[in-house]
């Protein structure tokens, strides 16, 4: 029972480039969230997602950032125009319906240059 | 707005030492509470959650919590820590509205530095 995959592990791109980052949620795990962390920082909330569904992008930047959780693949975090303030580790996490907890995935390491 | 204090950044200790990492919490209602642990360029493992019940949570690694609800905390303990203690915890809330859904709020995160 595969956890929570993440790819890639690191990305390097330059300024104005747009960078994805993907997100499989555990198996029968429905609800995908995105965080971001800055060096000495903890997580920050960004986006909560359903299949399909955006339930909460509170965290989620107005410009550059958006989400998605397709009926069928993974979810996807899209930055565009990327710059060097973007650089930040990004987790994401899943849970099953109903609660119970969440597993974390092994993050995403952006590098803007 | 909600918002979860961790009060030590950093704490170093050596090899058998006890451990009390402090975390609390604004938020009037009901939480779920959870401490993850960070080991360096990895992602966060969970080391113990309460949702209701015995306010004292044992987890893994010897590690356990203590939801006080009238002092808005929930703070780490360990009694005795090894070297491969040596990582980052954050402490994390979860607004209960009928279910364990939605956003996590983190804390800061205190780096522990153990030596041998």
């Known amino acids: 029972n595969a956890g929570v995959m993440q790819n890639p592990r690191h990305l390097v791109r330059r300024r104005g480039q747009e960078a994805r980052l993907r997100c499989s949620p555990m198996k029968g795990h429905s609800h995908v969230y995105w965080y971001r962390q800055l060096p000495e920082e903890g997580l920050k909330f960004m986006v909560y997602l359903q299949k399909e569904n955006i339930i909460d992008e509170s965290g989620m930047p107005k410009e550059r950032f958006s989400a998605e959780f397709p009926k069928e693949g993974p979810s996807i975090l899209r930055i565009q125009q990327v710059v060097r303030g973007d650089s930040a580790a990004y987790f994401c996490?899943?849970?099953?319906?109903?609660?119970?907890?969440?597993?974390f995935g092994s993050g995403t390491r952006l590098t803007v240059v | 707005a909600q918002s979860v204090s961790q009060h030590n950044h950093h704490v170093i200790l050596s090899e058998a030492a006890s451990l009390e990492l402090g975390c609390n919490y604004s938020?009037?209602?009901?939480?779920?509470l959870f401490w993850y642990v960070q080991y360096p360029g990895q992602h966060l493992q969970l080391l113990l959650k309460y949702f209701s019940g015995d306010p004292l949570v044992k987890g893994i690694k010897g590690f356990e919590a203590e939801f006080i609800k009238s002092k808005f905390s929930f703070n780490l303990r360990k009694p005795s820590v090894q070297w491969s203690d040596t990582a980052e915890y954050f402490c994390a809330v979860n607004l209960d509205r009928g279910s364990t859904l939605g956003r996590l709020y983190f804390g800061r995160g205190t780096q522990l530095t153990v030596w041998p």
């Open positions: 996490a899943s849970s099953p319906p109903g609660g119970g907890g969440y597993t």
């Open positions: 938020y009037g209602g009901t939480v779920n």
